[in-house]
């Protein structure tokens, strides 16, 4: 819990956006906490909310970590923000920036000075800029899915072919990364059968939490074991389109 201070003049015209709760007990940007508000004067509609996709610029530094920024590159085609440090670069634009232009453990950065489609790259140009790097970056969408197995996986191989997905030989990070999605395991099944075409798993996804069972590792171990009905969170980069909150 914490508290927001809504100031009239600011409001008065309408609001739809995030406002950072203050004094919820934690001082970590990890930890920040926002509440999603919309006002609207009376006989008006309430205004549009923000966009998904966002830009910072950060001062100079010679890696990620100097930003002061955790990254997994795992998917190949995005940058995963998995942690802001408490000093930095990307602290002090925190410190700063509106509420809906701050960096937030979880974002997917898509570009770097204009370059995008490749995490690899993108994570070049990030340690060869030399004095400011323009990151563009969009907000994480949740999605949680209620699927079911008929049998667990070979536990001596912690294979996940009944699954019909591949992920990492080596897993790591907050969230198991989808790198292929096949035509037969229980993701396909699910796959087909979903009415909702935003939840259908896809090439990037990361499986965040099955059951209570969080981080990559733990996550792929559990996954190989898990039989009957259970619960699975997954975590994408956010499409323009979407109102993603």
């Known amino acids: 819990l914490g508290k927001a201070i809504i100031q009239h003049d600011r409001f008065k015209d309408g609001f739809n956006g995030d406002l950072q709760l203050e004094e919820t007990g934690h001082s970590s940007d990890d930890d920040r906490a926002f509440l999603r508000v919309k006002i609207k004067p009376p006989g008006t509609v309430y205004p549009p909310g923000p966009s998904p996709e966002y830009s910072v610029t950060l001062d100079k530094g010679w890696d990620t970590r100097v930003y002061g920024l955790e990254i997994d590159k795992q998917d190949k085609k995005t940058l995963f923000i998995q942690g802001i440090l408490e000093e930095g670069s990307a602290a002090v634009w925190n410190k700063k920036a509106e509420p809906e232009n701050q960096l937030v453990s979880g974002d997917f950065i898509v570009e770097v000075n204009g370059v995008g489609g ?25 999605i949680t899915m209620i699927l079911e197995a008929s049998s667990k996986g070979d536990e001596k191989t912690d294979s996940l072919l009944h699954w019909g997905i591949e992920t990492p030989a080596h897993p790591k990070g907050n969230g198991l990364v989808v790198l292929a999605v096949n035509k037969l395991g229980i993701i396909a099944d699910w796959n087909a059968s979903t009415q909702d075409p935003a939840t259908v798993v896809q090439v990037g996804d990361r499986i965040v939490r099955v059951g209570k069972n969080k981080g990559a590792e733990q996550v792929a171990k559990v996954m190989n074991q898990v039989s009957g009905k259970f619960q699975v969170h997954i975590v994408r980069a956010a499409p323009l389109w979407t109102d993603w909150r």
């Open 118 to 142: 490749n995490a690899k790259t993108m994570l070049k140009e990030i340690r060869r800029s030399d004095e400011t790097v323009v990151l563009k970056l969009r907000r994480a969408i949740d």
